[in-house]
C-alpha cells in the first residue's frame, strides 16, 4: 500500500447516464452508477469493478412525504407503485 497521488486537468459533464457509460467504455474515466446500468459491461468483460471496498452495498430507495395532510390520488398512486417495485 503506497499512497499515490494523482493530479487530474479537465472535467467531463453528462445528462444521462448512458453517456457516462459509454465514456468509460471508451476509456475516458471512472464511472459511478447504479450496477443495473453497465452490469452487462461487467459480465461480458469490458468494464471490471474499482474500489468496491468503497461502495456500501445498495438497499433500495426511500420516499419521504408529509403524513398528516390527506395525500392527493396522484401521490397515493405513485407511492403505492412504488411499494410494489420495492
Known sequence: GKQVNVRVDGQLIFNTSS????????GLGIAY????????????????RV????CPPFSGYYLYYPSRRQP???????ANALRKAG
Open 19 to 26: 453517456h457516462i457509460v459509454d465514456a468509460a467504455l471508451a
Open 33 to 48: 452508477l447504479p450496477e443495473e446500468e453497465f452490469e452487462p459491461h461487467l459480465r461480458e468483460g469490458r468494464l471490471e
Open 51 to 54: 474500489l468496491e471496498d468503497w
Open 72 to 78: 392527493s390520488p396522484a401521490f397515493t398512486l405513485v
